[in-house]
């Protein structure tokens, strides 16, 4: 017996006659506003902090707690998406999510307001996997490039103007319309869902491996959980509670993989390593994760600490390459369909080399043009080189891998965004602390200024060497089509 193939989710036998673009608009809806809600409310913190009476170390659980139930769950759908519909898991997961957003907007108290988030973050950690599966299913090698650009314009597009959405909003209206503008496009996604969305899989029911599902929440749990913490700016790595995490989520995630190779039906099946692109893909995503996330975190910063930016001028600057990595997504994935990874992926690894190596040269002197440039070509790059491979490490896969596929790299890009953060805003502090120690007047502006931009140039210079090792791997990237089974 195939043990892989027992865990298969295959697709129905009238998946030709299906009408895509309905069940497209209907994932892109759903996946918009359950994405946009992640950066929707961090603006509101100082607010909340005053309204809720609670500290913003407490309040910090509003987001951590976000990251650490997609990161928990997300392994899990690999199993999910074997049980249930498609109808049944985009349904469940906006029903989640919108309860979520409705407990949210009308919480009484701190303890409701972070309830409500855990059910929004398991809306989202349910939807988005199955918005790929879904994709892979749908759409043949040739065509899923532009499938998945689109999707990487929702999921770069929703992100990029959730903060300056946010300040819009309180400008007006109390935190609470953060949550009740959002409620009636999501009430309005699965009224749309339910008429226009259909099954493309149908559920086999694996064996339900309940170690495996321990491990993976413990595993995958205590690594988003400790690195996320550890940049928090308290007690840091020296913290128990930080670096405690990490380890038992390190051991129970070596237990979780060496179980996998062992069980008849694995809940993540790892054996999609054995195919070359998926891996180098899996290794690529996360070296991207780690520069897009680190770099979304360094540059307010910058921006504030040395060119002494608003946090609403800092936003204001980073936004057009946002919006642009967003917008040009579905053209980058046309254009994997028509030319293959090569042609994107080995320009847009060498231009980020580059342009990580100049963010290692910029100072409090440098005009803000400059960094609006630089960061538009570095997100041009971004789109350049993320959902091309994804897609083409992806189109290697048996269908029998789909699920599990999907689940590795958003379960990785999860972790490594958890970590990027943690590993390069560590260097950042660390070469701040090294040159205020040693400044005759560490109080003073113009010494706070030189010692952000010598931390930034610090971490920025691990990002040039991850961009490095990114385009050595882009050079072995080859097309790929789906083995026959």
């Known amino acids: 017996m195939n043990t892989a193939g027992a865990a298969a989710t295959s697709a129905p036998r009238e998946i030709g006659e299906v009408k895509r673009l309905p069940i497209l608009i209907s994932l892109l809806i759903g996946a918009f506003f359950s994405i946009l809600n992640e950066t929707l409310l961090n603006i509101a913190f100082p607010e909340l902090v005053l309204e809720l009476n609670v500290s913003p170390t407490t309040l910090q659980w509003l987001a951590t707690a976000y990251m650490l139930v997609v990161g928990v769950l997300v392994p899990a759908s690999a199993l999910l998406v074997q049980w249930f519909t498609t109808r049944q898991m985009f349904l469940g997961a906006m029903t989640l999510f919108t309860v979520g957003t409705l407990v949210c907007g009308t919480a009484p108290q701190f303890a409701f307001l972070l309830l409500g988030r855990v059910l929004q973050a398991a809306g989202t950690g349910l939807l988005l996997p199955v918005m790929m599966n879904t994709i892979l299913v749908l759409y043949p090698p040739e065509k899923r490039g532009a499938a998945m650009g689109t999707i990487g314009l929702v999921i770069m597009f929703a992100p990029a103007i959730g903060p300056t959405l946010s300040g819009l909003i309180l400008n007006y209206f109390d935190w609470r319309w953060l949550f009740y503008l959002v409620l009636p496009f999501a ?100 070296i991207m994760m780690m520069t897009l996330f680190s770099t979304i975190a360094l540059l307010p910063f910058l921006f504030q600490g040395a060119l002494g930016l608003t946090v609403f001028a800092s936003g204001l600057l980073l936004l057009p390459g946002s919006l642009l990595n967003g917008l040009i997504s579905p053209l980058m994935g046309r254009l994997f369909d028509k030319f293959g990874p090569r042609a994107m992926v080995i320009p847009g690894t060498a231009c980020l080399t580059v342009i990580m190596w100049i963010f290692t040269r910029v100072n409090e002197t440098t005009p803000l043009p400059v960094f609006l440039v630089l960061h538009i070509v570095m997100m041009i790059c971004i789109s350049m080189i993320m959902m091309p491979t994804q897609t083409n490490g992806l189109n290697q896969l048996p269908p029998r891998y789909y699920p599990h596929g999907t689940a590795i790299l958003n379960t990785l890009q999860q972790v490594a965004g958890a970590i990027g953060v943690a590993f390069f805003i560590g260097i950042m502090t660390s070469g701040q602390n090294r040159f205020l120690a040693s400044s005759p007047n560490p109080e003073a502006k113009d010494q706070i200024a030189q010692a952000t931009v010598l931390g930034v140039h610090n971490a920025f210079l691990f990002g040039f060497g991850f961009a490095v090792i990114a385009f050595v791997l882009a050079l072995f990237i080859k097309r790929t089509h789906a083995p026959k089974e």
């Open 187 to 286: 009430v309005f996604s699965i009224a749309f869902a339910a008429i226009y969305l259909k099954n493309v899989t149908e559920p086999t029911r694996p064996k339900v491996d309940w170690t495996s599902i321990i491990l993976s929440t413990i595993g995958f749990g205590g690594l988003v959980y400790g690195f996320s913490s550890s940049g928090e700016g308290h007690a840091g790595w020296s913290s128990p509670q930080v670096y405690g995490t990490v380890i038992v989520g390190g051991i129970s995630l070596l237990l979780f993989v060496l179980r996998q190779f062992r069980v008849r039906e694995p809940l993540m099946d790892l054996r999609a390593f054995r195919f070359p692109m998926f891996a180098l893909t899996t290794i690529m995503l996360i």
